[in-house]
Nanobody
Framework: QLHLVESGGGLVQPGGSLTLSCAAS????????IGWFRQAPGKERQRVAC????????RLADSVKGRFTISRDGLKNVVNLQMNSLDPEDSAVYYC???????????????????WGQGTQVTVSA
């Protein structure tokens, strides 16, 4: 079975930083577009960032541009989401996701996702 596992969530003060990691069990992340999505209570799941299979393409939501960075570590078979200058509006459950369509990083849409992680909570609060 193919599984994604997120780690790195937690409580952080406004202006702080967190790094989320997405690890795969049973397959190589290099063969998938990987995305991060988030969902706050009462809201729809929304894109945060997606990265192409060869790491040349990245798409970030406008709300996180300049603050978040998505990257691959092929040796460890993980995808990281570095989050800086966190704001209470960033509080949500963050999900790692995988899609096999190579061009899906461009749209970075929940509709392309084939594998979801279980999510990790990020809370930004003083």
């Amino acid at each position: 079975q193919l599984h994604l596992v997120e780690s790195g969530g937690g409580l952080v003060q406004p202006g702080g930083s967190l790094t989320l990691s997405c690890a795969a069990s049973g397959f190589s992340l290099d063969n998938y577009v990987i995305g991060w999505f988030r969902q706050a209570p009462g809201k729809e799941r929304q894109r945060v960032a997606c990265i192409s299979m060869n790491e040349s393409g990245k798409r970030l939501a406008d709300s996180v541009k300049g603050r978040f960075t998505i990257s691959r570590d092929g040796l460890k078979n993980v995808v990281n989401l570095q989050m800086n200058s966190l704001d209470p509006e960033d509080s949500a459950v963050y999900y790692c996701a995988a899609a096999s369509r190579p061009g899906s990083w461009i749209s970075c849409s929940v509709l392309d996702v084939e594998i979801w992680g279980q999510g990790t909570q990020v809370t930004v609060s003083a």
